[in-house]
């Protein structure tokens, strides 16, 4: 099964996409998405994905285009390690955002 694709940007496109199937999160919660892919790319470059995966774990990915020489793997992990420490507890809710929507809820 392919992962999911919540939201992606893109330093070549200069573009933000948000899949359909979020529509419906918050109006601040979609801001901060994009606030967070647009930065990353300004900063890294390349292309940023969030998507979760089978298990319904939100990954964060990024990717380059192979001609891109000024793209820094080594700085674009720093990165997402940073975004994914800052907003670990977002990412904790768009996980059970992600569960009820798939009616996936853990027991308790």
């Known amino acids: 099964m392919e992962n999911v694709v919540m939201c992606a940007a893109s330093k070549y496109e200069k573009k933000f996409f948000l899949d359909p199937r979020f529509d419906k999160l918050p109006e601040q919660i979609k801001a901060e998405l994009k606030i967070i ?14 998507e979760f995966d ?4 939100l990954l964060l990915k990024t990717a380059s285009k192979e001609e891109d020489i000024l793209y820094d793997e080594i700085s674009a992990g720093l990165k997402i390690r940073e975004i994914q420490k800052k907003n670990q507890e977002l990412f904790e809710q768009l996980e ?3 569960a009820a929507l798939n009616g996936r809820l853990p027991k308790e």
Not at 37 to 42: A, D, E, G, K, S
């Open 96 to 98: 059970l955002y992600y």
């Open 54 to 57: 089978e298990e319904g774990n």
């Open 37 to 50: 892919c647009v930065l990353y790319t300004n900063e890294c470059g390349g292309i940023i994905t969030m």
